[in-house]
């Protein structure tokens, strides 16, 4: 079966930085597409940041400038920087993966509080 594991979220004060993992699992996988999302308490989840298997990559206005997505064979990293409290939420991976389809992690907390 196959699936998403994050990992790296935490408490960091605003102005700090963060590294969000994902690994995707589960076999010989083919990914097309990862990408991070976040949710706030009480907001809609949103998009964040999306790299292909070509490696272009795609920020949120709200993020880009001071956010960098990567990939290195079935994981994708979102490096954070100068977070801001608006910045909390919390992180879910996504990947769309041949003959699995879109798949979800089971998401991190960022929390950006001093």
């Known amino acids: 079966q196959v699936q998403l594991v994050e990992s790296g979220g935490g408490l960091v004060q605003p102005g700090g930085s963060l590294r969000l993992s994902c690994t995707a699992s589960?076999?010989?996988?083919?990914?097309?597409?990862m990408a991070w999302y976040r949710q706030a308490p009480g907001k809609e989840r949103e998009w964040v940041a999306t790299i292909t298997r070509a490696g272009i990559t795609d920020y949120a206005d709200s993020v880009k400038g001071r956010s960098a997505i990567s990939q290195f064979v079935n994981t994708v990293i979102l490096q954070m920087n100068s977070l801001k409290p608006e910045d909390t939420a919390v992180y879910y991976c996504?990947?769309?993966?041949?003959?699995?389809?879109?798949?979800w992690g089971q998401g991190t907390q960022v929390t950006v509080s001093s």
């Open positions: 589960g076999g010989i996988l083919v990914i097309n597409r």
């Open positions: 996504n990947a769309d993966i041949m003959s699995s389809g879109r798949i």
